[in-house]
Nanobody, 126 residues
Framework: QVQLVESGGGLVQAGGSLRLSCASS????????MGWFRQVPGKERELVAT????????YYDDSVKGRFTISRDNAKNTLYLQMNSLKAEDAAVYYC???????????????????WGQGTQVTVSS
């Protein structure tokens, strides 16, 4: 059973940085493409970034392109999201997700991710 645990969220001022981590267990981490998604109350969960099993292919939503960086360390079974130049609109609960069927390239469709963490809150003060 794949287990994902996010950490690193918190309160940051606008313009600041945070690094989120997602630790996995119960699986062979490199068998999965990974994604970061975020959700605010009353809205659907939206894609932030994805990464293929080896890190060779990444995708970013336009809203975070140039500010966020997704990466993974397969030896540590951990996914990361470096968030710089944070804006008020980046505030959300951030979730990591794992998908095995889209391992080679990742996917922008959240339905392709079968395993999800519990989320970590990111709050941005202006």
């Amino acid at each position: 059973q794949v287990q994902l645990v996010e950490s690193g969220g918190g309160l940051v001022q606008a313009g600041g940085s945070l690094r989120l981590s997602c630790a996995s267990s119960g699986c062979t981490f490199s068998n999965y493409a990974m994604g970061w998604f975020r959700q605010v109350p009353g809205k659907e969960r939206e894609l932030v970034a994805t990464i293929s099993w080896c890190g060779g292919t990444t995708y970013y939503d336009d809203s975070v392109k140039g500010r966020f960086t997704i990466s993974r360390d397969n030896a540590k079974n951990t996914l990361y999201l470096q968030m710089n130049s944070l804006k008020a609109e980046d505030a959300a609960v951030y979730y990591c997700a794992a998908g095995s069927y889209v391992r080679s390239s990742g996917s922008t469709n959240k339905r392709d991710y079968g395993y999800w963490g519990q989320g970590t809150q990111v709050t941005v003060s202006s």
